[in-house]
């Protein structure tokens, strides 16, 4: 695949070398000439000296062949402007964008963006997820279909443990697909399926409906 | 001085010519030297690397032609080769590293740009990454 | 009356901000820099808010929930475009107007239907006309 990346800096230099280690073509897009010329010098002529929000850039980069676009620089706006450029001028099938303010995820997919990746919102699902007070984790999301992949830990004391599953306020469109029990066994949960202390229950569902997932499993 | 393995990359002006000659004056003294003539394409990023270009290629065929043709009067022989390259600087050092030549000889035409004594980019960057001895024959007048 | 937003308080941001507030439109000028507000003249009866533009907490500070006109002039192309797109898509502004410098990059957020003001080729174009005089 063709990919281009906008944005020479440490995080473009490493995802362009672990790119180039996969087999795929990659053109990293770079503002800074003196940074342009130490990634070429680095890993083969695989840098162009420009602005990867101009079209004339996106035009020598033969933009128009690629099947990936990535902006990773340090600052949204040039993300998200790049990004678009590419999707509307040069008709690039996918567009990823990096995001800094966790806010502006939902602003570039609304403006049609096809992925984004924040930084701090990845950082701050590791913390979460290094918290045991926080019943609800995020394992995966599905953003082209808008839904994601979440663990519940029941704790001890939740009103809801020897219900059935049945029993349960689950909203709509969050389906539980696996039970893992405390002593590590895992299950494909049935209606009749009971809640025990401990148990971690990974479900998909939409992001909206998040909140109402947890408090139907651990009971409020 | 003696080489045995002689790289000359031909741009197909008039350098070509004087370069091939010193190569194979330099060459002769040993009949086991051998001369290596190469034309880098440059190919734009529109395209990828490995795509045909037809004009460019029968361009550089008759670039290395010509090249085999001036060694023959002087009795050499040379291998020729067309490499595509995003840029030609580091082709022309990548080629010189997997051949092991242990001689570039390049010609160079005086070039002004905008008024200045001007190498270009390709020169110095093979001066400066060069793996081996590097020769460039200024021709004056030429 | 209209309420404004104006991102970015240079030289044009807080003319167009005193203008529009002499003619008693209710005004609130956005700018990262407190510095930047020298601009404004001493009886300018409108809001001068700091933070940033691209910013959702500082954009609902500003009011842009209930603004009629919201207009991106800072010194970069790329926050005006940004901060314009947020404007109409997010918070439904029914008018955007967005200064981009580069005419190339103009013509193509026109096309995505924005706004767009080049003041490149407007002054080019002036300037053509005066040499031509």
Known sequence: MYIIIVGGGRLGYYLTRALLDEGHEVLVIEKDATFSQIINNELGSVSLHGDGCEAATLEAAGSGRADIFITVTGDDEDNLIACQLAKHKFNVPRTIARVRNPQHEKVFKKLGIDATVSTTNLILEHIKHELPSHPLMHLLDIQEKGLEVVEVKIPPGSTTIGKQIKELPLPADSILSLIIRKEGKPTVPTNSSVIQAEDQIIAVTSPESEDELRAALIGE | MEFHRILVPVAGTKADEGAIELA??????????????????????????????????????????????????????????????????????????????????????????????????????????????????????? | MMKVIIMGCGRVGAQLATLLDKEGHQVTVLDTKSYSFRWLPADFKG?????????????????????????????????????????????????????????????????????????????????KEKVEG
């Open chain 3, 47 to 127: 809001t001068a808010l700091l933070g940033h533009g691209l910013d959702e907490v500082t954009l609902k500070k500003a009011g842009i929930e209930n603004t009629d006109v919201f207009v991106a002039v800072t010194q970069g192309d790329n926050r005006n475009i940004m901060a314009c797109q947020i404007a109409k898509h997010i918070f439904d502004v029914p008018k955007v107007v967005c200064r981009i410098y580069d005419p190339l990059r103009r013509d193509l957020y026109i096309t995505l239907g924005i706004e767009a003001i080049s003041p490149t080729t407007i002054f080019a174009q002036v300037l």
């Open chain 2, 24 to 142: 194979c004056s330099l060459a002769k003294r040993k009949n086991k030297s051998k001369i290596f003539a190469v034309h880098v394409i440059p190919v734009e990023r529109s395209l990828p690397l490995d795509a045909e270009i037809k004009p460019e290629i029968g361009r550089a065929e008759d670039i290395l032609s010509q090249a085999e043709n001036i060694a023959q009067e002087r009795g050499c022989a040379v291998e020729t080769d067309i490499l595509q390259a995003r840029e030609v600087g580091p082709a022309i050092i990548d080629e010189a590293t997997e051949r092991e030549i242990d001689l570039i000889l390049m010609g160079v035409t005086y070039k002004k740009h905008y008024g200045q004594f001007c190498l270009g980019d390709i020169l110095p960057y093979v001066l400066k990454n060069a793996p081996c001895r590097v020769i460039l024959d200024h021709q004056i007048d030429i």
